[in-house]
């Protein structure tokens, strides 16, 4: 009977430590320390009424994993990069499994670029989308969402907490 209470303790506590892994190793928590818990912004576009609730990605931690992993974003959703200087940017979509539009935001608060709908990419090499001019953030939306909102390039952007 010792016997079976130690196998049972011993059976128990594996699983508890296995779990464990798993939540703490996994791919959507790597990179950044779980990374899906930032906090939340509302980027508004004022020209067409359009808004945006994203996650914001501030450390460069957060700014290597982005999206990646994840299976679907609400529709009017995504994830605003505040980047450290004013350069042109460069993205790339490695192991993210949405298709996304890519903005590019000015340190003035206007878009100076656009890439729109690229698809995931699960192997490698994943290609780079580089901005056609320096930007101070970007922002990831659902593919598509950029055109269907009508947004341009010059339109300016707000950031509300």
């Not at 079976?4 to 939540?23: A, D, G, H, R, T």
């Not at 959507?28 to 509302?42: D, F, L, Y």
């Not at 989308?129 to 947004?151: H, M, W």
């Amino acid at each position: 009977m010792k016997n079976l209470k130690i196998i049972f303790i011993i059976c128990i506590s594996s699983v508890i430590i296995v779990s464990c892994l798993f939540v703490f190793w996994h791919p959507e928590n790597t990179a950044s320390g779980n990374a899906r818990v930032q906090p939340i912004v509302k980027v508004v576009f004022p020209r067409t009424n359009f808004v945006v609730r994203a996650e914001l990605a501030q450390t460069p931690a957060q700014w290597t994993h982005g999206l990646m992993y994840r299976n679907s974003m609400p529709a009017e959703s995504g994830m605003l990069f505040i980047l450290p200087k004013e350069e042109t940017q460069s993205f790339w979509m490695k192991n993210t499994k949405i298709p996304l539009d890519i903005i590019f935001i000015s340190a003035a608060g206007k878009i100076v670029d656009i890439k729109n709908n690229f698809s995931p990419c699960l192997s490698d090499p994943c290609p780079v989308y580089n901005s056609v001019a320096p930007a101070q953030d970007v922002l990831e939306i659902n593919g598509g969402l950029a055109e269907k909102a009508g947004l341009k390039i010059s339109d300016k952007i707000i950031i509300k907490k």
